[in-house]
Nanobody, 119 residues
Framework: QVQLVESGGGLVQAGGSLRLSCAASGRTIVNYALAWFRQAPGKEREFVAGIKWSVTNYEDSVKGRFTIFRDNAKNTVYLQMNSLKPEDTAVYYC??????????????WGQGTQVTVSS
């Protein structure tokens, strides 16, 4: 079992930055695919960014503004968010996919952290 705990959310003005952290415990996640998702009020959860080994991919609206990276020594994945916009307001969740799972089927989820961007 893997437990994921997010932190780093908060209130920020448009144009500002936040760094989200997701610390994993229970087992090493070095060979897990990791991702960040978000869910805004009244909307479905959407993929934001993912990383598998050192390969990253991003949802189009965050490309060039958000960066996902991992620190395997700390068993932690991060999401650096720059040039934040009000439309980035959402609850952000980190997720982990064990090597045996199909692509896009994440089996571990954090509890979420709120990000609010004011205009």
């Amino acid at each position: 079992q893997v437990q994921l705990v997010e932190s780093g959310g908060g209130l920020v003005q448009a144009g500002g930055s936040l760094r989200l952290s997701c610390a994993a415990s229970g087992r090493t996640i070095v060979n897990y695919a990791l991702a960040w998702f978000r869910q805004a009020p009244g909307k479905e959860r959407e993929f934001v960014a993912g990383i598998k080994w050192s390969v990253t991919n991003y949802e189009d609206s965050v490309k060039g503004r958000f960066t996902i990276f991992r620190d395997n020594a700390k068993n932690t994945v991060y999401l650096q968010m720059n040039s934040l916009k009000p439309e980035d307001t959402a609850v952000y969740y980190c997720a982990a996919r064990s090597p045996s799972k199909p692509v896009d089927e994440y089996d571990y989820w954090g509890q979420g952290t709120q990000v609010t961007v004011s205009s």
